[in-house]
């Protein structure tokens, strides 16, 4: 069953003052509670923390555009869109006038400031639970930290807001002494606070949110804190968030890969490595959640299925070295790696492989599309697609942990974890190879590992650039040879530019090496 969170709309709260000479003109709207009036209860502090969740669910997070951002820039896929924007994200060359950069640049900024609303509202309402107040506010600390980290990772120095907003300077914020550093240490500060309120799950919590899987757990705070150490190279300090991670007992494998992107709830809910994820369902409500005010009408679709699809808008393809990558080894019954099937759909007889969409093969048999997020290896509707947004998973977290380990000097540790990942596929045990490996070596077999595993899941552009190979002249031709579209790839477009229309309404905003 879907968690109850998801369903939960942002109730329209505003603060209004209507300040006049003439009391006859102090006119209250009955229909818009000011701030100070609705957050009253246990409920009301609930119901603010879960519409930061929704926030998550909207066209500029994980409902398409987060994941299009991080999928775009890779190697594992091109865009063969007629939507320039798309193609553009991909070719390094969107302008920053191209109003589809706003979606995302929202999105993070909704996330943000409904966290930060959460965070006043909770701590002026005084008839809750202790446990469930620190819980909500590990939530929306969490949260927070989150929307900052894809945010700063898409578009650099954005600007620092950490209260909500009331007034003309609070409603025009400033970048121009921000760096990358300061979210960074932002964020962190953020992942401390969530780390010491956050449960390990919420089974065997007292209050209404017992039992709801979907929150953020101290588990997926450990993740992410790793991770921000991670993207900033240091090794020694991610370590024990992932190792904590890892030695918690609360995650493992799936059996079955394919199962990681099925839309069956039953399945999902079964999943035991998922840590934190963007929950969708198979509504088929009138409204489609492109953004803006949601309403009851919503339909909480994930819509990666028909953008990725070969049968729909079919706007990416696979790059024929992830193809490559994926027929690199096969399994130790010498069968195809079963995250090919999961992650690409083509015709291959010899290997079984004649659906598509729960149909016969009826694509171009020559060409390979994407499966993954998509609804290829089943059929259904794409626009009621329900299939769950992986934010972290078990397996991503192994991978990191090995590349900490063979970083700080414990290749051979690395190596079991590495093997972990690879025993799900069924893949030839080669713990003692990989153990036996220089530094070099080993991070060039993990960057086929976490290709293999990994692939079209958002991490792939993020982990060329934290691996500094766009500094490289060496691997950015090969960048080139693996997908054309490094070729049109310069210096100044490691990320996404400000949106035009944000700096045209912000005159203390200033755009980033993009914009110049």
């Not at 600007?159 to 003309?168: F, H, I, K, S, Y």
Request: charged share 20%; proline share 5%; with cysteine.
């Amino acid at each position: 069953m879907k968690t109850y969170f998801t369903k939960v709309f942002l109730l329209a709260v505003v603060t209004t003052s209507l300040i006049s000479c003439d009391s006859e003109l102090d006119i209250k709207n009955t229909n818009r509670l000011a701030t100070d009036e609705y957050y009253q209860s246990q409920a009301e502090a609930q119901a603010a923390v879960d519409a930061i969740y929704n926030g998550l669910i909207i066209d500029g997070n994980y409902q398409r555009m987060t994941p299009i951002m991080g999928d775009a820039r890779g190697d594992e896929a091109r865009s063969r869109s007629p939507w320039i924007f798309l193609a553009q994200t991909a070719n390094f060359t969107v302008p920053s006038t191209d109003g589809a950069l706003e979606i995302a640049y929202l999105g993070y900024f909704t996330v943000i400031n409904r966290a930060n609303q959460a965070l006043e509202a909770i701590g002026q309402i005084e008839d809750i639970e202790p446990e469930l107040r620190d819980r909500l506010i590990g939530q929306a600390y969490f949260l927070r930290a989150l929307a900052y980290f894809n945010a700063t990772n898409v578009y650099d120095n954005v600007p620092l807001v950490l209260e909500v907003q009331t007034g003309a300077e609070t409603f025009f914020p400033s970048n121009q002494e921000t760096t990358q550093a300061d979210i960074y240490a932002q964020i962190e500060l953020d992942l401390n606070e969530a780390i010491t309120r956050l449960p390990v799950s919420y089974d065997n919590v007292s209050g209404p949110d017992m039992g709801q899987a979907a929150r953020a757990t101290v588990g997926a705070a450990n993740s992410l804190m790793g991770k921000l150490k991670l993207y900033q190279g240091d090794y020694g300090g991610a370590l024990p968030y992932f190792q904590a991670v890892v030695n918690s007992g609360e995650y493992d494998l799936a059996p079955n890969y394919g199962d990681l992107f099925s839309q069956d709830p039953a399945i999902e809910n079964a999943n035991p490595g998922r840590i934190f994820w963007a929950e969708f369902t198979q509504s088929a409500n009138v409204d489609f959640n492109w953004g803006g005010d949601p309403t009851v009408n919503w339909r909480q679709f994930s819509a990666i299925a028909p953008t990725y699809s070969g049968a729909d808008f079919y706007d990416f393809i696979p790059t024929q070295f992830l193809v490559d990558e994926l027929k690199q080894e096969r399994t130790i019954n010498d069968e195809i790696d079963p995250r090919y099937p999961a992650t690409i759909l083509s015709y291959l007889p010899d290997e079984g492989l004649t659906q598509s969409y729960g149909q016969p093969y009826f694509l171009d048999q020559n060409e390979n599309y994407i499966a993954k997020y998509t609804l290829a290896n089943t059929g259904g509707d794409p626009f009621v697609c329900g299939i769950n947004y992986h934010v972290i998973r078990f397996a991503d977290v192994l991978l990191m942990y090995a590349e900490c380990l063979a970083n700080t000097g414990d290749i051979p540790s690395a190596a079991t974890h590495v093997q972990r990942v690879r025993d799900r596929a069924n893949l030839p045990d080669r713990e003692a190879e990989f153990a036996g490996y220089n530094l070099n070596q080993f991070m060039d077999q993990l960057a086929h590992e976490r290709v293999t595993e990994l692939a079209i899941e958002g991490l792939r552009w993020y982990d060329i650039k934290r691996w500094g190979w766009l500094d490289d002249p060496a691997r950015l031709a090969e960048l080139e040879a693996n997908d054309p579209d490094f070729s049109t790839y310069a210096a100044n477009r490691n990320y996404q530019p400000f949106p035009q229309t944000e700096l045209d309404r912000n005159p203390n905003l200033v755009g980033n090496s993009a914009n110049d």
